[in-house]
T-cell receptor
Framework: KAGVTQTPRYLIKTRGQQVTLSCSPI?????VSWYQQTPGQGLQFLFE???????NKGNFPGRFSGRQFSNSRSEMNVSTLELGDSALYLC???????????????FGPGTRLTVL | AQKITQTQPGMFVQEKEAVTLDCTYD???????LFWYKQPSSGEMIFLIY??????QNATEGRYSLNFQKARKSANLVISASQLGDSAMYFC??????????FGTGTRLLVSP
């Protein structure tokens, strides 16, 4: 079974631009979560989607948004990019994602975003 | 609030020896899951092992085992017979639901020949 895929793998943007990252979960997985990893802040949760609905959101500004499609694929968008948005963005999928029930998340290879 | 603490920024071990990576956690939720992930320099997070809060037995997956001490709120990862390919960052994480993982700061493991 294919793993989580993320596109693109690398991205270079300039301040003020916007960017869209894509994530395809493992087949059959319905929950998709996004994380930001930076040297200074470590791994931080962005948001989680299940059945096209955002169920949980981390402490990030409104410039960070996402969505999930009916086939469980997910996209995240960052508008008005800032230098501090340079990071590795990781997507993870889990099988069922029942509310209140911990479920193993499987990660994709990540998208490395550089903002100049 | 949930918190994961990894106090070892770096660890060294010789090939074929065992190594223990420390992890303590804090949560008031009775139901939670504890996870260990490996992150090589390529960046991908690789799932290693899972321990549920109600599990009576310590989890094992091949050369990986999780030393779960609930009363002490610790979930240490034990890697037996280390290999050169084990050199990577290792993250302990906790999930109390809604698929929001809280991560520790990680431990960089270096395996020497």
């Amino acid at each position: 079974k294919a793993g989580v895929t993320q596109t693109p793998r690398y991205l270079i943007k300039t301040r003020g631009q916007q960017v869209t990252l894509s994530c395809s979960p493992i087949s059959g997985h319905r929950s998709v979560s996004w994380y930001q990893q930076t040297p200074g802040q470590g791994l931080q949760f962005l948001f989680e989607y299940f059945s096209e609905t955002q169920r949980n959101k981390g402490n990030f500004p409104g410039r960070f948004s996402g969505r999930q499609f009916s086939n469980s694929r997910s996209e995240m968008n960052v508008s008005t990019l800032e230098l501090g948005d340079s990071a590795l963005y990781l997507c993870a999928s889990s099988l069922v994602g029942l509310a209140g029930a911990p479920d193993t998340q499987y990660f994709g290879p990540g998208t490395r975003l550089t903002v100049l | 609030a949930q918190k994961i603490t990894q106090t070892q920024p770096g660890m060294f071990v010789q090939e074929k020896e065992a190594v223990t990576l420390d992890c303590t956690y804090d949560t008031s939720d009775p139901s939670y899951g504890l996870f260990w992930y490996k992150q090589p320099s390529s960046g991908e997070m690789i799932f290693l092992i899972y321990q549920g809060s109600y599990d009576q037995q310590n989890a094992t997956e091949g050369r990986y085992s999780l030393n779960f001490q609930k009363a002490r709120k610790s979930a240490n990862l034990v890697i037996s017979a280390s290999q050169l390919g084990d050199s990577a960052m290792y993250f302990c994480a906790m999930n109390t639901g809604f698929q929001k993982l809280v991560f520790g700061t990680g431990t960089r493991l270096l395996v020497s020949p």
